[in-house]
DNA sequence: GTCCTTCTTTTGAATTCTTCAAATCACGAC
DNA sequence: GTCGTGATTTGAAGAATTCAAAAGAAGGAC
């Protein structure tokens, strides 16, 4: 695993180095999309003491800063990933809240600007691709009518 | 304003025609994009004792049987919308959480069908559009970098 | 038209994720 | 090393949504 320059991205985005931000960065390197409460599980094995509040609010930062990305897929908690440079999007099991990454559809601009954009000032577009992933595929009865929508 | 079907909607659907049930389908078919308090509010109107658990019961029923669908705009409450034919995605103000909709950016396929489907059974995709409506525009001091992101 | 079964609705409370607030603590600029 | 600002802790609050049990109504059968 590459070692993470936790001190040289807390600094750069103008943050405070402190064992809880490290400690949230590397739970988050090596938990992709994982909710805070996985993420506050993963650091109290290095940092018994740091609190889950104080796991949201590291989150917050991180994200505020633009070091982390949130996902928050419907009625399942936010997920949390590294804001890492390539674009990709997230196929989100509708049982099980499960995430796995896609990558980037390739250059199909059409998908980032909208014809009409009713006045609104358009900063991202998000592509979620909504399923059962492999274990809710067997494990769930109904399979229910894959109406697709673009 | 063309009438709606409420009967025939529900029976198709196979559920039961409830005073409580058409004036949701009514009160989504006047309030696009509405939440479950503000459907409550205007079923209020017609039906003074219908109970906000109510409204979240129909929602549901709605939406598990097709007549509605639902989106849940990160950290802003439910919105719900009658499932129209046409295929469109939505523009959310990251602000205020005002939804508009969006013409499908035409049959770019590519957007459906994601190269690695990590073993899920992909039911629909989803774009969504996030950015400032025209009013939070100006009311926002901070003009945040938009980082564009397919 | 009436009855009966099943599905709906109501009422009231509980659950879960997330945020607020005040006091203590520590990073890091000087 | 000191100091000021920003970070963390603790404890509790908040909001959207869901659960559960009892009462009520839809609609098929007769």
């Keep these: 695993m590459t070692q993470l320059d936790t001190h040289g991205m807390l600094r750069g985005a103008g943050l405070r180095v402190t064992e809880p931000r490290r400690a949230v960065l590397e739970a988050l390197a ?3 999309h994982a909710s805070a409460d996985a993420v506050h599980a993963r650091v109290s094995q290095t940092l018994p003491d740091v609190s889950l509040q104080t796991v949201y609010n ?6 505020g800063r633009g070091l982390a990305r949130s996902i928050e897929p419907g009625d399942h908690p936010a997920r949390y990933e590294l804001r890492v440079g390539d674009n990709h999007h997230h196929l989100v099991c509708t049982h099980c809240g499960a995430i796995a990454d896609v990558d980037c559809v390739v250059g199909h601009a059409p998908c980032l600007t909208p014809d009409d954009d009713h ?12 399923g059962l992933c492999g274990d809710c595929k067997h494990a769930v009865a109904v399979p229910s009518p894959a109406s697709v929508h673009l």
């Design 119 to 130: 006045g609104f000032a358009v900063a991202e577009a998000e592509v979620m691709f909504w």
């Design 58 to 63: 590291v989150l917050h930062d991180l994200t």
């Design 30 to 32: 090596g938990l992709p």
